[in-house]
Every structure is written in structure tokens, then in C-alpha cells.
Nanobody, 112 residues
Framework: QVQPVESGGGSVQAGGSLRLSCTASGSTFTSSTVEWYRQAPGKERELVGIIDWKGVDPFYAGSVEGRFFLSRDNTKNTVYLQMDRLKPEDSAVYFC?????WGQGTQVTVSP
């Protein structure tokens, strides 16, 4: 299996938006459930959301529901995490994972 690669992180002001991408080559990725997690300094890793291989009815953590949206394009081997109305408490390193494969993460920083 192939390690996924996250991209799209950056710095934004509160209320802004970012779209993260998670990409991995191979059919295993496109047929797998993908999960997004985040970890802020000094805090435990937190589940953000889950999307199955069909991309139907994703699950969201309560802290992001209604602001974050998962989608995927299996023709591009990519899962997207659209993050709207960002808050300073959303600042963290965001990771995607499928199976036992984890990416290196991408930093999101939200300033007040």
C-alpha cells in the first residue's frame, strides 16, 4: 500500500476557508475508507471525519460538523476536506489515513 500525501494547509484568518487534499496512488486507496485526523500541540489526535469509498454520507466530528465537508474524486485518487468558517481552535496538523497508512500531515494555522 502507498502512503497518502496531504496538501493544502496554510495560514488563514478566522472565518476563512481552506481545502485540504489527500492523494495516494493505486486502487486500494480508491476502494478504501479514508479518515482525517488532526493534532494540535499538547493535545491528543482527534478524528475530524470519515468518508467511505463511495463518498456517500460522510461522518463528521461534532466540533466541525456544518463547517467541514468531505468529498472524493476517485478518478483523481484524491479525497478533499473543505474547511469553512475556520476558527483558531481548528489550528493543528491534519492527517489523512486509509488502512494502516498515514500521511505526514499538513499544517493549518488559523489566526484570530
Amino acid at each position: 500500500q502507498v502512503q497518502p500525501v496531504e496538501s493544502g494547509g496554510g495560514s488563514v484568518q478566522a472565518g476563512g476557508s481552506l481545502r485540504l487534499s489527500c492523494t495516494a496512488s493505486g486502487s486500494t486507496f480508491t476502494s478504501s475508507t479514508v479518515e482525517w485526523y488532526r493534532q494540535a500541540p499538547g493535545k491528543e489526535r482527534e478524528l475530524v471525519g470519515i468518508i467511505d469509498w463511495k463518498g456517500v454520507d460522510p461522518f463528521y466530528a461534532g466540533s466541525v460538523e456544518g463547517r467541514f465537508f468531505l468529498s472524493r474524486d476517485n478518478t483523481k485518487n484524491t479525497v478533499y476536506l473543505q474547511m469553512d468558517r475556520l476558527k483558531p481552535e481548528d489550528s493543528a496538523v491534519y492527517f489523512c489515513t486509509y488502512g494502516d497508512n498515514w500521511g505526514q500531515g499538513t499544517q493549518v494555522t488559523v489566526s484570530p
